[in-house]
C-alpha cells in the first residue's frame, strides 16, 4: 500500500513537472514573453524592470530555473487586469469553486447510482430505457447550451430562479444541475455496464446460491465492485468537470476558477492563465492522488498487493 | 440495408449538404452586417418573416445564413483534428504496441498523462500564446484526440501482432516499418474507423466550447459555439440567437454518436466500453 502511494505520489510529481515546462516553453513559444507577460500600456521601464526579473537576456535554461524558483516561491507575476499578484486571485475565487463543484457531484452520484444499478437489475427494462435516453441526450447536449436553456425556461420564462451570480440556495440550483448533468450521463453508463458484468460473475452466483437476500448481494457484493471503473476513469472525468466548470461559471457568471480562466483567455492576461493553469494542474493532481488512495482502499487487490 | 440508422444519417447527411453548398443556398451574407434589419424573431415569432426564417442577430445577419456557414466550420475543424490527433494516435499505437518494451511502456506513461489532465487548459493557453485561428485550434483538439486514438490502436495491436502472418513475414524477412505499413495497419483500419466516428461529437463539442470561451475560430467567422456565446447577453430578449445553435450542436452531436455506436457494434463489438 504505502509502496503504492509512493508510486502514484512519483507519478504525479513528474506530471506536475512535464505541465510546468509545457507552460513554460509555451510562453517562449510566440517571441519575448514579456509582450504577454505585460499590459499594453505598459512603459519601457516596466520592461526593463521585468526582463530584469524573469532573467529574460539569461539562456533559456537559466530562465526556466528563475521561472521555476519564482513558481515554487508562489510567484507568478501579476495580472494586467487586476494588477494584483495572481496566486492571491486565484486562492480569493477557489472557495465559489468548491461550492458547486461537490454539489454538482453528489447531484451525480445521487442520480447516477441508483438509475445505473436499476437499470442493470431491469435490463431493458422502462428504467433502463429512460436512463440510456438521458444518458445519451446528457453527453450530445454541450454543458454551455443546457445551461441556456436552463436560464432561458426557469429564469426568462418561468421566472423561478436567478440566471446569474452567487447567492442564497436558489443561486445555486441552475449551475449544479447544468455541471452535475455531463457527470451523471458518464457514471450512469459506466455504473450499469459494470454491474452487469458484476451480477454475471461467479461470486455473485454462489452470493445466490447461499441464499443472500438480494438487497445484500446487490449493495454489499456488486456495487463496491462496479464503483471501482467509475474511479478508473476518474481522469476523463476530471477533464471534463474542469472543461464543465469553466463553462458552466461562464455561463452563470460565477466567481469561481473557471470564470476566472475564462476571464484571462478574453482579456488576454497571460500572466493569470498561466498561474490558473499550473494551479489547477497542482490541485488536480491533488485530488487524483486521493482518488488513487480510495481506489486501493475499496479494491484489496491493491491494497493488499506488495 | 435494413438496420440502417435513418435518422442519424438523415441528420448527418443534413449538415454535410449546409456545409458543402453554404453559400449557395442563401442570398444573404454570413459576415456583412445589416443594422436596420437587426434583431428580427423567426418566422413563427410575432415581427418575423419568411425573408429570415431563423431570424437575425444584433448586427442584422441572418441566422440560417449564419448556420451553413458554421455547419462549414465544424466540418473543416473536425476533418483536420482528426487526420491530425487520430493520425498521430494511430501511429503511436502502432509503433507503441509493434515495437514493445521500454518504448511502449515510455509512451504509454505519455499516454495516461495526456488523459489525466483536462486539455482545455492547453488548449486556452494555446490561443492566447499562438493567437485564435485554425491552426490553433487544430494543435488544440488533437492534443485532446491523440492519446485516445493511441491507447485503444496500441490495444489492439498487442493482438494482431501474436497472429501467425506476422511471424511469417519476420520469417521472411520483413522491415519492421514494413511489418507495421501491410500487415498491422490494415488489420487495425475498422477499429480506427470506429474510433474517428465515435469522436467527430467529441471534436465538434470540443470546437463548440473552445468557440463559446473565446478561444476558437474569431469572430466574424460563423462557428455554432461562438453564436451560441454571441447570443448569451441576449437570452431574455432574442432566445433565437443563442438557442438555434445550440439545437443543431445537440443534435449533430447526437446522429454522430448514434451513427458511431452502430458503426462499431457492426464492425468492432469489442470496443463496446468506449
Same mark, same amino acid.
Given at each position: 500500500?504505502?509502496?503504492?502511494?509512493?508510486?502514484?505520489?512519483?507519478?504525479?510529481?513528474?506530471?506536475?513537472?512535464?505541465?510546468?515546462?509545457?507552460?513554460?516553453?509555451?510562453?517562449?513559444?510566440?517571441?519575448?514573453?514579456?509582450?504577454?507577460?505585460?499590459?499594453?500600456?505598459?512603459?519601457?521601464?516596466?520592461?526593463? !524592470?521585468?526582463?530584469?526579473?524573469?532573467?529574460?537576456? !539569461?539562456?533559456?535554461?537559466?530562465?526556466?530555473?528563475?521561472?521555476?524558483?519564482?513558481?515554487?516561491?508562489?510567484?507568478?507575476?501579476?495580472?494586467?487586469?487586476?494588477?494584483?499578484?495572481?496566486?492571491?486571485?486565484?486562492?480569493?475565487?477557489?472557495?465559489?469553486?468548491?461550492?458547486?463543484?461537490?454539489? !454538482?457531484?453528489?447531484?451525480?452520484?445521487?442520480?447516477?447510482?441508483?438509475?445505473?444499478?436499476?437499470?442493470?437489475?431491469?435490463?431493458?427494462?422502462?428504467?433502463?430505457?429512460?436512463?440510456?435516453?438521458?444518458?445519451?441526450?446528457?453527453?450530445?447536449?454541450?454543458?454551455?447550451?443546457?445551461?441556456?436553456?436552463?436560464?432561458?425556461?426557469?429564469?426568462?420564462?418561468?421566472?423561478?430562479?436567478?440566471?446569474?451570480?452567487?447567492?442564497?440556495?436558489?443561486?445555486?440550483?441552475?449551475?449544479?444541475?447544468?455541471?452535475?448533468?455531463?457527470?451523471?450521463?458518464?457514471?450512469?453508463?459506466?455504473?450499469?455496464?459494470?454491474?452487469?458484468?458484476?451480477?454475471?460473475?461467479?461470486?455473485?452466483?454462489?452470493?445466490?446460491?447461499?441464499?443472500?437476500?438480494?438487497?445484500?448481494?446487490?449493495?454489499?457484493?456488486?456495487?463496491?465492485?462496479?464503483?471501482?471503473?467509475?474511479?478508473?476513469?476518474?481522469?476523463?472525468?476530471?477533464?471534463?468537470?474542469?472543461?464543465?466548470?469553466?463553462?458552466?461559471?461562464?455561463?452563470?457568471?460565477?466567481?469561481?476558477?473557471?470564470?476566472?480562466?475564462?476571464?484571462?483567455?478574453?482579456?488576454?492576461?497571460?500572466?493569470?492563465?498561466? !498561474?490558473?493553469?499550473?494551479?489547477?494542474?497542482?490541485?488536480?493532481?491533488?485530488?487524483?492522488?486521493?482518488?488513487?488512495?480510495?481506489?486501493?482502499?475499496?479494491?484489496?487487490?491493491?491494497?493488499?498487493?506488495? | 440495408?435494413?438496420?440502417?440508422?435513418?435518422?442519424?444519417?438523415?441528420?448527418?447527411?443534413?449538415?454535410?449538404?449546409?456545409?458543402?453548398?453554404?453559400?449557395?443556398?442563401?442570398?444573404?451574407?454570413?459576415?456583412?452586417?445589416?443594422?436596420?434589419?437587426?434583431?428580427?424573431? =423567426?418566422?413563427?415569432?410575432?415581427?418575423?418573416?419568411?425573408?429570415?426564417?431563423?431570424?437575425?442577430?444584433?448586427?442584422?445577419?441572418?441566422?440560417?445564413?449564419?448556420?451553413?456557414?458554421?455547419?462549414?466550420?465544424?466540418?473543416?475543424?473536425?476533418?483536420?483534428?482528426?487526420?491530425?490527433?487520430?493520425?498521430?494516435?494511430?501511429?503511436?499505437?502502432?509503433?507503441?504496441?509493434?515495437?514493445?518494451?521500454?518504448?511502449?511502456?515510455?509512451?504509454?506513461?505519455?499516454?495516461?498523462?495526456?488523459?489525466?489532465?483536462?486539455?482545455?487548459?492547453?488548449?486556452?493557453?494555446?490561443?492566447?500564446?499562438?493567437?485564435?485561428?485554425?491552426?490553433?485550434?487544430?494543435?488544440?483538439?488533437?492534443?485532446?484526440?491523440?492519446?485516445?486514438?493511441?491507447?485503444?490502436?496500441?490495444?489492439?495491436?498487442?493482438?494482431?501482432?501474436?497472429?501467425?502472418?506476422?511471424?511469417?513475414?519476420?520469417?521472411?524477412?520483413?522491415?519492421?516499418?514494413?511489418?507495421?505499413?501491410?500487415?498491422?495497419?490494415?488489420?487495425?483500419?475498422?477499429?480506427?474507423?470506429?474510433?474517428?466516428?465515435?469522436?467527430?461529437?467529441?471534436?465538434?463539442?470540443?470546437?463548440?466550447?473552445?468557440?463559446?470561451?473565446?478561444?476558437?475560430?474569431?469572430?466574424?467567422?460563423?462557428?455554432?459555439?461562438?453564436?451560441?456565446?454571441?447570443?448569451?447577453?441576449?437570452?431574455?430578449?432574442?432566445?433565437?440567437?443563442?438557442?438555434? =445553435?445550440?439545437?443543431?450542436?445537440?443534435?449533430?452531436?447526437?446522429?454522430?454518436?448514434?451513427?458511431?455506436?452502430?458503426?462499431?457494434?457492426?464492425?468492432? =463489438?469489442?470496443?463496446?466500453?468506449?
Amino acid at each position: 500500500m504505502r509502496r503504492y502511494i509512493l508510486q502514484r505520489l512519483w507519478q504525479g510529481v513528474i506530471l506536475l513537472v512535464l505541465v510546468t515546462t509545457i507552460v513554460f516553453f509555451l510562453g517562449r513559444l510566440t517571441g519575448n514573453p514579456a509582450d504577454l507577460m505585460l499590459p499594453e500600456d505598459a512603459t519601457e521601464e516596466d520592461r526593463q !524592470a521585468l526582463i530584469e526579473t524573469l532573467g529574460l537576456d !539569461a539562456p533559456i535554461h537559466e530562465q526556466f530555473i528563475i521561472f521555476i524558483s519564482n513558481a515554487v516561491r508562489g510567484d507568478l507575476g501579476d495580472s494586467h487586469r487586476y494588477r494584483t499578484p495572481v496566486v492571491e486571485i486565484f486562492f480569493s475565487r477557489l472557495p465559489n469553486t468548491l461550492m458547486i463543484v461537490p454539489a !454538482a457531484m453528489i447531484l451525480a452520484i445521487l442520480m447516477a447510482v441508483p438509475l445505473g444499478i436499476l437499470s442493470a437489475l431491469r435490463r431493458g427494462g422502462l428504467i433502463d430505457k429512460f436512463s440510456g435516453t438521458i444518458a445519451v441526450l446528457g453527453i450530445a447536449t454541450p454543458n454551455f447550451w443546457l445551461g441556456m436553456v436552463l436560464i432561458y425556461v426557469f429564469s426568462v420564462q418561468l421566472g423561478w430562479l436567478p440566471s446569474a451570480r452567487m447567492g442564497g440556495f436558489e443561486h445555486y440550483v441552475l449551475p449544479t444541475i447544468t455541471l452535475g448533468t455531463f457527470l451523471v450521463a458518464g457514471f450512469m453508463r459506466l455504473i450499469r455496464s459494470s454491474m452487469l458484468d458484476i451480477l454475471d460473475s461467479e461470486f455473485v452466483k454462489l452470493a445466490r446460491i447461499k441464499g443472500m437476500s438480494e438487497t445484500t448481494v446487490v449493495w454489499k457484493h456488486c456495487l463496491r465492485n462496479a464503483l471501482i471503473p467509475v474511479l478508473t476513469l476518474w481522469g476523463v472525468f476530471m477533464g471534463g468537470l474542469v472543461t464543465g466548470a469553466i463553462v458552466t461559471e461562464t455561463v452563470f457568471a460565477w466567481p469561481g476558477i473557471g470564470r476566472l480562466t475564462y476571464e484571462a483567455v478574453i482579456f488576454r492576461d497571460y500572466p493569470l492563465l498561466q !498561474a490558473v493553469i499550473l494551479m489547477d494542474a497542482l490541485l488536480i493532481l491533488l485530488i487524483n492522488l486521493m482518488v488513487d488512495i480510495l481506489y486501493a482502499y475499496i479494491d484489496p487487490r491493491i491494497r493488499l498487493a506488495e | 440495408m435494413r438496420n440502417l440508422p435513418w435518422i442519424p444519417l438523415t441528420i448527418i447527411s443534413v449538415m454535410l449538404f449546409m456545409g458543402i453548398f453554404a453559400p449557395f443556398l442563401t442570398s444573404y451574407s454570413p459576415i456583412d452586417q445589416s443594422l436596420p434589419d437587426k434583431l428580427l424573431p =423567426p418566422f413563427w415569432e410575432e415581427g418575423g418573416s419568411i425573408k429570415h426564417l431563423f431570424g437575425t442577430d444584433i448586427f442584422g445577419r441572418d441566422v440560417l445564413t449564419r448556420l451553413y456557414h458554421g455547419a462549414r466550420v465544424s466540418l473543416i475543424v473536425t476533418a483536420l483534428a482528426l487526420l491530425v490527433g487520430g493520425g498521430v494516435g494511430l501511429l503511436i499505437g502502432i509503433v507503441s504496441g509493434y515495437v514493445g518494451g521500454r518504448l511502449d511502456s515510455l509512451l504509454m506513461r505519455i499516454v495516461d498523462a495526456a488523459l489525466a489532465f483536462p486539455t482545455i487548459l492547453f488548449a486556452l493557453l494555446l490561443a492566447v500564446t499562438m493567437g485564435q485561428g485554425l491552426r490553433t485550434i487544430i494543435i488544440a483538439i488533437s492534443l485532446l484526440l491523440w492519446a485516445r486514438f493511441a491507447r485503444v490502436v496500441r490495444g489492439e495491436v498487442l493482438a494482431v501482432k501474436e497472429r501467425d502472418y506476422v511471424a511469417l513475414a519476420k520469417v521472411h524477412g520483413c522491415s519492421p516499418a514494413r511489418i507495421m505499413a501491410t500487415h498491422i495497419l490494415p488489420n487495425v483500419l475498422n477499429t480506427f474507423m470506429v474510433l474517428l466516428t465515435l469522436h467527430v461529437g467529441v471534436v465538434i463539442v470540443a470546437e463548440a466550447s473552445l468557440s463559446f470561451l473565446g478561444a476558437g475560430i474569431p469572430p466574424p467567422t460563423p462557428s455554432w459555439g461562438l453564436m451560441v456565446a454571441e447570443g448569451r447577453g441576449k437570452i431574455s430578449s432574442a432566445w433565437w440567437l443563442s438557442l438555434i =445553435p445550440g439545437v443543431a450542436i445537440t443534435l449533430v452531436v447526437l446522429a454522430f454518436n448514434l451513427f458511431g455506436d452502430w458503426l462499431r457494434d457492426r464492425l468492432d =463489438p469489442k470496443l463496446r466500453q468506449l
